[in-house]
């Protein structure tokens, strides 16, 4: 069972798949697993799809397990944003993975300083 993991992969489709992979092996309980997979793969989505993906960048994942905490980062090079929450129509496809973060973790935000990451918390772990 793994406390902490960070890799770096190539920004690619490919890739959010790789990202579960690594929540697996925090060995987490089954419906905290799937909450943070989810998590983990709608941030790298959004890391490769508006990222640098078609100029080799890479996609950042980083997560650690602190007792019943499980905190992550997904970092990328890419256009910086902002998110108001509010604007998006839920019955639009598309656009809303950080929505579904916003509602699954504890506490998450963006941070930029050359590349874009966002961090969550997550403590609903049993």
């Known amino acids: 069972m793994a ?14 798949g790789h990202a579960r992979a690594l929540v697996r092996r925090l060995g987490l309980d089954d419906d905290t697993r799937s ?7 709608e941030l790298v989505t959004n890391a490769v799809v508006h990222g640098d993906a078609g100029r080799g ?13 499980v905190e992550g980062r997904v970092c990328s090079k890419g256009a910086d944003f902002e998110w ?5 129509d839920l019955l639009e496809p598309g656009g809303l993975g950080l929505q579904l973060v916003d509602t699954v973790t504890s506490d998450w935000g963006i941070e930029k300083d050359g590349c874009s990451c966002v961090w969550f918390e997550c ?3 049993a």
Do not use: D, Q
């Open 57 to 69: 960048e890479l996609v950042l994942v980083s997560l650690r397990r602190a007792g019943s905490c």
């Open 35 to 41: 909450t943070v997979e989810l998590i983990v793969s």
């Open 123 to 125: 403590l609903e772990c």
């Open 3 to 16: 406390e902490a993991i960070t890799e770096r992969f190539p920004a690619a489709p490919e890739v959010p």
């Open 84 to 88: 108001s929450g509010e604007g998006k």
